[in-house]
């Protein structure tokens, strides 16, 4: 099973922000639409950074409430992992966990195509076991 799987499931949309926009900005973004996590973009689009709500809360607890005026380039993680569409459910598992962030952006063909998280993650996995789960059911009811 493969990334694709997921997002064909999720759909493509991405919440995107640009790296001059404040924290306390993003925060009303988060607390809005329910997510994690946005995605920081440049003028063509491309990937410049990840802020989550992580690195809010890390920002406050450091210098306190001031930093929800600094900007998003300040406090954002520049290296950022991304996934492609092939890759395998499993993989983008081991990659959250070895590096303890639960969002993978997705690229397919050098555009920002979705967002991969933890959440869509462990769905998928409940579903794939109930699903193994049922057949199990079937085969014995049958046999
Ligand atoms: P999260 O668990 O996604 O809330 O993020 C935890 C930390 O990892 C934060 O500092 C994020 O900026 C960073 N982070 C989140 N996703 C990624 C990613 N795909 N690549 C690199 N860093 C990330």
């Avoid at 109930?130 to 085969?139: G, I, K, P, Q």
Wanted: charged fraction near 20%; avoid cysteine.
């Amino acid at each position: 099973m493969t990334v694709a799987v997921i997002l064909a499931a999720k759909g493509n949309d991405v919440t995107t922000t640009q790296p001059h926009r404040t924290l306390q900005e993003i925060a009303a973004i988060l607390a809005e639409r329910g997510i994690g996590a946005v995605i920081v973009t440049g003028g063509d689009g491309e990937v410049l950074g990840i802020l989550s709500e992580r690195d809010i809360v890390r920002a406050i607890g450091r210098n306190g409430v001031g930093v929800m005026q600094d900007a998003v380039s300040k406090h954002m993680t520049t290296k950022v992992v991304t996934a492609s569409m092939e890759d395998a459910i499993d993989h983008v598992m081991e990659q959250m966990t070895a590096g303890r962030f639960r969002h993978l952006p997705v690229v397919h063909n050098g555009r920002l195509s979705g967002v991969v998280s933890i959440g869509d993650v462990v769905k998928h996995r409940l579903e794939l076991i109930e699903s193994e789960h049922r057949a199990l059911r079937e085969y014995i009811a049958t046999a």
